[in-house]
């Protein structure tokens, strides 16, 4: 029979993203609906390994639903990737008392949470954070949704400039691995082009659409681009071989960077980090460890943290071929 949980920990590690704040006030209210305590753990593994940590109450997480960042603060742990660290890091939470662990982030963190698990036996769940939506499992990570609409809001506003002046904007947008972000703003503003890891579409395909584009009657062009995209080194080089072979482009480049991970979270991504923290508290109360709170089929899910961590999120084949057809 496991140990019954009284007190829980609740950190954010690796990126931040918009609605973490939403998921630390969720897991410190579940605990306080269900009458046991809440400790923060602040800057994720290091702060974990330090013991900095802040007694959470119903009360004091109030107001920060709104805040886009995390309260606790996030930070890369080295120390943590070794046994003394973890052993340290053990060590802080023991004698805290906290006897179980509610981890916000990526597949880092979860990984980190799998390693630390196996080595002590001590009871983990993670809550996806990540504007990257590239975690298996769930179909929404924390702070995508908002990330989504900052987005759109920004194209719409370089289309405006881009009208004006007859421009060819390229706007790199945040997606190393996966083109989820891309895609779908792509598609929400109304992009000419979108260039994906998953799709290589290939320097002579995007000249000959920006041809067609141009032949249409178009006199300005949106092309959104994911930083991982492979058909070129980087973005600036699309630029450059644009310009090389269409001179009747005048081409600009717009990279949204770290902007697209902070502002207010979506109601959405409220909602969303709202069920999360109270299936994640619940999920520990139950007995349930290494396990992944996500969204499926608009159900909280439990998914095992190593399928997680190993499993690859795959991209809507279905918007691909909408996106064909709207750039016609």
């Known amino acids: 029979m496991s140990k019954a949980i009284k007190k829980i920990g609740v950190m954010t590690s690796g990126g931040d993203s918009p609605g973490m704040n939403a998921a630390i006030r969720s897991v410190a209210r579940t605990c306080a609906f ?24 119903a009360r004091n997480v109030k107001g920060i639903i709104n805040k886009g960042g995390t309260v606790l603060k996030s930070a890369r742990s080295d120390e943590f990737r070794t046994v003394e660290g973890r052993k340290q890091a053990h060590h802080s939470l023991v004698e805290k008392e906290i006897d179980g662990l509610v981890v916000i982030g990526g597949d880092g963190t979860f ?5 630390f698990n196996k080595e002590f036996d001590f009871p983990v769940m993670g809550i996806p954070g990540t504007i990257d939506n590239d975690i298996f499992g769930t179909s929404h990570t924390l702070g995508y949704d908002t990330a989504l609409n900052t987005v759109v809001e920004s194209i719409d506003k370089i289309r405006d400039t881009a009208s004006s002046h007859n421009r060819l904007f390229f706007v790199e947008v945040m997606g190393r691995d996966v083109g989820h972000i891309a895609l779908n703003v792509g598609i929400g503003a109304g992009a000419e082009e979108i260039l994906i890891p998953e799709e290589d579409l290939g320097l002579d395909r995007l000249l000959e659409s920006l041809r067609r584009s141009k032949k249409s009657g178009k006199s300005s062009s949106i092309v959104v681009v994911a930083e991982g995209d492979k058909i070129g080194k980087n973005v600036f080089e699309l630029k450059d071989y644009v310009e090389e072979n269409m001179s009747e482009y005048e081409v600009r480049v717009s990279v949204l960077g770290h902007m697209q991970r902070g502002g207010s979270p979506s109601c959405f991504d409220r909602v969303l980090a709202s069920r999360m923290g109270v299936k994640a508290v619940e999920g520990l109360l139950d007995g349930e460890s290494n396990y992944m709170v996500g969204l499926l089929n608009d159900k909280i899910a439990l998914t095992p943290l190593e399928k997680a961590v190993k499993g690859k999120s795959k991209i809507n084949k279905e918007l691909i071929r909408v996106s064909d057809i709207m750039t016609t």
Do not use: S
Not at 38 to 54: A, L, T
Not at 111 to 115: E, M, N, P, V, Y
């Open 34 to 57: 269900h009458e046991i305590e809440c400790v923060g753990i602040y800057r994720g593994y290091e702060g974990m390994i330090e013991g900095d940590f802040k007694d959470l109450t």
């Open 111 to 115: 990984t980190g949470a799998l390693i």
